[in-house]
């Protein structure tokens, strides 16, 4: 007779009625110690008794708890993300006959593949502003599997960055608000909620200390190539390319390479170009800055409001969410609508968006 627990679509204990009444049996199996494959070997369980006697008998009923087992301790010896076959979840707030409990953050970000969608260098800088809005405020609403995956992830990215040398200040930006976090709630434990011993917080603070030290003393390699490098673009080409960016900290990189690109970094127009795409005509009015000269200096413009209001973010790539079917996945991996028309009822989801989806 199975026990129905809480989750009615878990196998539950086994039980075996004898004379004395139900006694409750578990599979025996060493071989889930050493992680050897040999539970179809496996024919006999043992009755656990109230008076601590063991009874055994023959049966293969237990061979799917046995599985069980062996698959739990996979889980619990593996420091790898955990994988899911589909690509997608689906977002519920509450509980309803088909689905018990609702959907947390921590799942999410369990089920939608980020470790697999930081090599795609459309959706990298997407998923790195995710982690950077997760470490500033949502760090403890991750369950320990969650936050399992989340350093597991910030490794591969750190790993990336060291070797590929790809957009090191995103990431040093994390790092920076991932340390101040920590330090409060290490420097407060007791009164906050931390998941785990507060030893492992600690070593996960000198973890992300040794890669700021490590970012720190990154040196970019010197490509030699003989062909046709930026610098021999002609003009017109070199200030389309600037006019494309969409951060002002990008248009500075760039114009430290030549001073023909540091000329074209300090056009007005491009200052002022970028400030209207990223902020409204009210507020930049409220501040403006004039030069030397009585000119509208639109890049110390394009600092200050940067302090006061929220810029525009760009992603190649983002997640998506299905009004019709309340589903959270990435686009290209698409997912099983029902809808007549699934584009009318696809929603671009930005990381900030993401997080409020699974605030309760």
């Known amino acids: 007779m199975p026990f129905l627990g809480q989750d009615w679509r878990s196998p539950g204990w086994r039980w075996i009625k004898t004379e004395d009444g139900w006694k409750r049996c578990e599979p025996f199996s060493p071989a889930l110690e050493d992680g050897n494959n040999q ?20 049966t293969e009923d237990c061979e799917f708890a046995a599985k069980k087992r062996k698959k739990d301790h996979f889980r619990n010896n593996t420091d790898s993300q955990c994988f899911y076959r589909e690509k997608w979840i689906y977002v519920h707030k509450e509980s309803t006959r088909e689905r018990h409990g609702y959907c947390t953050l921590g799942e999410a970000f369990n089920r939608l593949d980020f470790s697999s969608a930081i090599q795609d260098i459309r959706r990298f800088n997407y998923v790195v502003k995710l982690l950077q809005l997760i470490a500033k405020s949502q760090l403890t609403s991750l ?13 591969k990215i750190v790993r990336k960055v060291m070797e590929d040398q790809y957009n090191p200040r995103l990431i040093k930006d994390l790092l920076q608000d991932l340390s101040s976090t920590l330090c409060i709630l290490i420097r407060g434990v007791g009164k906050s909620v931390l998941v785990g011993n507060i030893n492992i917080w600690i070593c996960r603070l000198e973890t992300i200390l040794l890669w700021q030290q490590q970012l720190k003393n990154l040196q970019m390699n010197q490509q030699v190539n003989n062909g046709l490098t930026l610098s021999d673009l002609p003009l017109h080409m070199l200030n389309n390319i600037l006019y494309r960016f969409s951060d002002g900290w990008d248009i500075i990189t760039l114009g430290q390479v030549t001073p023909t690109l540091y000329m074209l970094s300090e056009d007005r127009q491009l200052w002022k170009k970028l400030c209207q795409y990223h902020f409204a005509e009210k507020q930049f ?14 890049k110390l413009m394009y600092f200050a409001l940067q302090k006061y209001y929220p810029i525009k973010e760009q992603y190649g790539d983002t997640l998506h969410f299905c009004r019709h079917c309340s589903i959270l996945f ?10 007549s028309d699934p584009n009318t009822c696809l929603m671009p989801v930005s990381p900030q968006h993401f997080i409020d989806l699974f605030k309760f």
């Not at 369950?143 to 490794?155: E, H, R, T, V």
């Not at 009015?285 to 639109?298: T, Y």
């Open 39 to 58: 539970l179809n070997d496996i024919s006999h369980a043992v009755i656990i008794t109230g008076d601590d006697e063991k009874e055994v008998y023959n």
């Open 143 to 155: 369950s320990g599997a969650a936050q399992k995956n989340y350093f597991n992830i910030l490794d």
């Open 285 to 298: 009015c409220r501040h403006l800055i004039p030069s030397e000269k009585g000119h509208i200096d639109w």
């Open 330 to 339: 990435w686009k290209d991996t698409g997912h099983p609508c029902t809808a």
